[in-house]
């Protein structure tokens, strides 16, 4: 396998391939075109045909084969496939000298991560989580806001999604591809919780399993570094999406759905209230991307807002949770 060579300077476009043709891939395609100094370079699906079209609507070249894509000439993989593949792919692609952006889940238990972090290492390339909330216009001007004007330290997170409806041939219901609610949903829940509270302690869960066998809701409670997270995620219930951080000076509502967040309102104990609107442009994955490609050009090996101890800790809530449904995947 050719080992590509990395030689980015600042004035550099960054020469991204994508390995799978789905719906998010297609929106991270859209949204590439909103990065300045970025381009769609070649991609790679299992399906020539769809792999044919994908490239003739947003650019690049549509390869052969993933090795095929490894020695393009890309800069850095998105990788866009179902969730069982992220491992092997990652490992591949960083191997080969790439940097990394996964899509979330970045892998399907902890362990599959740290093999995934020692290769980046081993390699000295980036590798992110593609966990876009923290990059959004509004998040960043709420972190600002609040440490101007804080409500004090957040105390506890309450968050949850659930959709019903999923076709039960829906990757999100496969079990031979790790799918759920608490991968495919519930991870977003996580990321809150750890990003506002710290580390996680103590998960307790509650759920079901379903036909295909994957968890189709679960109800977390976990005690973290500081504070207390609640949170739930569904394939079979309809739920609403907002989120809630309460503090001892009061508390912020992000409104649904807040993962792709445009709207916050913050109520202060003393009965003022703030009203945060920050409209989001090109498709939401722009964001995460700069940021991606900034750190490419500043030759970081980890972000420091979507760092690996945030994806570890992560994973460790749903590994936990999963542990207590009693759902294993092959393999482990």
């Known amino acids: 396998m050719t080992i590509a060579t990395q030689e980015t300077s600042s004035g550099d476009v960054i020469r991204w391939g994508i390995v799978g043709t789905g719906r998010i891939a297609r929106r991270f395609a859209q949204s590439l075109t909103h990065v300045p100094q970025a381009q769609l370079s070649a991609l790679w699906s299992r399906r020539a045909q769809p792999a044919q079209a994908f490239a003739e609507e947003f650019g690049g070249t549509a390869c052969a084969s993933f090795d095929a894509l490894l020695a393009s000439g890309i800069d850095a993989l998105y990788i866009a496939t179902v969730q069982d593949s992220h491992a092997d792919y990652a490992i591949a692609a960083l191997q080969a000298g790439l940097h990394v952006l996964c899509e979330k889940p970045a892998t399907i238990n902890r362990p599959q991560l740290v093999r995934v972090l020692d290769a980046a290492r081993a390699a000295q390339r980036l590798f992110m989580e593609a966990m876009k909330p923290p990059f959004y216009p509004l998040y960043r001007k709420l972190r600002e806001h ?187």
Request: aromatic share 6%; hydrophobic share 45%.
């Open 146 to 332: 609040l440490a101007a004007d804080p409500i004090g330290d957040v105390g506890l997170v309450r968050a949850g999604c659930s959709v019903p409806g999923v076709p039960d041939d829906h990757p999100s219901l496969s079990f031979d591809h790790a799918g759920g609610a608490l991968l495919d949903i519930g991870i977003y829940e996580m990321f809150l919780a750890v990003d506002w509270l710290g580390a996680p302690r103590e998960v307790q869960t509650l759920g079901r399993l379903g036909s295909t066998g994957v968890d189709t809701f679960a109800s977390l409670n976990s005690q973290h570094e500081r504070g207390i997270a609640q949170l739930f995620c569904g394939l079979d219930l309809h739920g609403r999406g907002d989120a809630l951080l309460m503090a001892k000076g009061g508390h912020v509502m992000l409104h649904e759905p807040w993962w792709n967040p445009s709207r916050a309102t913050i109520r202060y104990a003393d009965g003022h209230v703030v009203e945060l609107d920050e409209p989001f442009d090109g498709g939401g994955l722009n964001y995460e991307t700069a940021h991606f490609c900034a750190l490419i050009r500043a030759g970081q090996l980890e972000s420091p807002v979507m760092t690996h101890d945030k994806s570890l800790q992560m994973i460790a809530m749903a590994d936990a949770a999963r542990a207590a449904l009693g759902l294993k995947f092959a393999g482990e």
